[in-house]
């Protein structure tokens, strides 16, 4: 299908919101990137009823990128001069660029958000915002403030995902945050809150510091952006008839979360901690009082130590896990174990180039840049970058895939397969070489195929038919 076919129910929506996109002077921007300026322009009409998401959280006010990918990309609002590879758009409208690289300016936070050509206007909008409230979450940081800081996402490497006992808690935990979120009253729903943390706090004695640090950073940095694209999509079915249906169901879709822990999905565990800290904001919204939020954002409070102040004391036992809960545990983790090895044998098969990177010592190449959502674990110490990694050192090399990439610590490399008819190519100093045979030693080398960029000050090339390693030193 045609990029521009896979764009007409978007487009088709924006026209419904207000008529077609506007019509842009000489170097228009591909009418995708058109159609994004139109549905981003219906943040600047709601933003006084959006304003009461969260105090002083303004999204029309905090700058966007969309990423249209292979197509465009569109910076919104951006009443400055455009940023370096980028040309402006209407007055106030913005800045746009093709498929070149873009340099922005530094200390100004921008949200990013890449726009899959399958998603819901709805869900485009609601994602900016909770894009554009990691920026400002940027503009609250301070000394000794947990808002704004962020989790380590490295975790998300070494996180207990095969662990059963863990699993089944985690389910069982998500079952009484979603009672006790959709609760018919307030008693009931303080009820349920208080089971759910006792087992929570059961759950996270079995782990170690570090990991129930990162769960609830996780919880407080992704969940309240996540709560606030929740509230957004909310207001919008009531003020957007047009993007109502896709809002309410989107909103269902994040609800489903909590409910399908054992179900082996495509993402990482951090995804899990999107969905319990939107939901715990909401049930705040619901039992405490409107002061919440200033307290999450000014003091050094978790989400779930406003919760305990609200909903009285946290029973200190919890009732044992049903046989058939631990059971249904065991066989998730084996399901997860297998989905990951075969998304791990088909990135190896490939009958194509086998690209390896190879360290000569463990720790000189160190991830610069990585999608913790979509960084899976295989076994210990064997990571699946699904979609994106970028590696830097001091020596001199750098690469970046936007490719599955397997990164295997033991073996100190880095593993990537090409499809047989895509191609790399190499060149030293400049100039292109023809795929080597056997081990040579090279100076200013590149590496460059679909989704594979690599630059080495120093290495040894060693090829043979279907594969290459590069070793850089």
Not at 299 to 319: C, F, K, N, Q, S
Request: net charge neutral.
């Amino acid at each position: 299908m045609t990029p521009w076919l896979r764009w007409m129910p978007l487009l088709a929506t924006l026209a419904s919101l207000g008529g077609s996109p506007a019509r842009l002077p000489a170097q228009s921007p591909p009418d995708t990137v058109e159609a994004i300026l139109q549905l981003h322009n219906t943040l600047a009409r709601h933003a006084a009823r959006l304003a009461v998401i969260w105090p002083s959280f303004r999204p029309d006010t905090l700058s966007v990128l969309y990423v249209i990918p292979g197509i465009a990309k569109l910076l919104t609002p951006w009443p400055d001069p455009p940023p370096a590879g980028m040309t402006a758009l209407a007055p106030g409208g913005g800045a746009w660029s093709g498929r070149g690289s873009v340099s922005f300016p530094r200390g100004r936070p921008i949200g990013f958000l890449s726009v899959d050509s399958t998603a819901s206007p709805a869900l485009v909008l609601g994602t900016a915002v909770h894009e554009a409230f990691h920026s400002f979450e940027l503009t609250r940081q301070g000394p000794d403030r947990r808002f704004g800081a962020g989790e380590n996402s490295m975790l998300v490497m070494s996180y207990p995902v095969f662990d059963a006992e863990n699993l089944a808690l985690l389910a069982r935990e998500s079952t009484l945050l979603h009672r006790a979120a959709t609760a018919k009253s307030a008693a009931e729903a303080k009820r349920e809150a208080r089971e759910f943390l006792a087992v929570r706090r059961a759950r996270q004695a079995r782990l170690t510091p570090e990991m129930v640090e990162f769960e609830r950073r996780a919880e407080l940095h992704e969940g309240l952006a996540q709560y606030t694209l929740v509230r957004s999509l909310a207001l919008l079915a009531m003020l957007e008839p047009t993007l109502a249906e896709g809002a309410r169901r989107e909103i269902r879709n994040e609800q489903t979360q909590l409910d399908s822990v054992l179900t082996v999905g495509p993402r990482s565990i951090r995804r899990h901690y999107y969905a319990s800290g939107a939901a715990i904001g909401l049930l705040l919204d619901r039992l405490s009082d409107p002061g919440w939020k200033e307290r999450i954002e000014a003091g050094d409070e978790w989400l779930e130590d406003e919760l305990v102040r609200v909903v009285g004391p946290v029973p200190a036992a919890i009732a044992p896990l049903p046989t058939s809960l631990r059971l249904a545990a065991a066989l998730a983790v084996d399901s997860l174990r297998a989905r990951r090895q075969a998304q791990l044998d088909s990135l190896l098969g490939r009958s194509g180039i086998r690209l390896t990177l190879t360290q000569p010592r463990p720790g000189m190449l160190q991830p610069c840049g990585f999608d913790p959502q979509n960084t899976l674990q295989v076994t210990p110490g064997r990571l699946l970058h699904t979609r994106f990694l970028r590696l830097c050192a001091d020596s001199g090399t750098s690469a970046e895939f936007d490719r599955p990439v397997l990164e295997d610590q033991p073996a100190a490399s880095f593993v990537t397969g090409l499809d047989v008819d895509d191609s790399l190519v190499i060149a030293v100093s400049g100039e292109a070489i023809p795929s080597p045979a056997g081990a040579r030693e090279v100076t200013n080398l590149t590496v460059h195929g679909p989704g594979v960029e690599l630059q080495a000050a120093h290495a040894v090339l060693v090829g043979a038919p279907g594969r290459l390693m590069v070793i850089p030193y």
